[in-house]
């Protein structure tokens, strides 16, 4: 009887074990999201923070959510900021932008993806050429602004366009 009791457990921790996994992994992306909306202003100002997330992002992955992907293509857009040389911070430049772009692909109507983007076409230079949604972003983000329900990320968005406003920037 003990034998087939050893059994017994052994096959459950077999068939829970993936369940176990998914559960973890989901907690993860989901602490991963909180964090990155609170920091994505740091991570840009600070190399240690956004070295931090580029680590976080390549352990947790970003693949099966369209915001988790353009986070970590902003975060990656963050890592060439911090970059030494021209080539290298092209190079994450253009990954991130890739990443961030096939995020709004996936999701057009997030108004969340949609001011990510928004807010990083207002506060790279010019020459980087990557301003041509700013307008349509700015619309859709107004237009679904009421349906955001986290309170700090509606603030955030408010303030963000009333100052750039003010500042002529929008």
Known sequence: MQGRCRR???IAIIVAAPAW???ASAQQEG?????IRREIGAVF???????RYVERFDRVGSEGS??????HGAVRMARGRHAFDPLSRLVHFNGGKAMLEKAIAQDLANAELRFLRLSIQVNVPSI???DANRTEDLALVERKLKDVKDPALKDRITRFIATNRANGKL
Do not use: K, M, P, T
């Open 8 to 10: 017994c457990f052994l």
């Open 21 to 23: 996994a998914v559960r």
């Open 31 to 35: 602490g991963l999201l909180q964090d």
């Open 45 to 51: 100002s600070d190399e240690e923070i956004c070295d």
């Open 66 to 71: 369209a915001l988790l992907l353009g986070y």
């Open 128 to 130: 980087v050429g990557y």
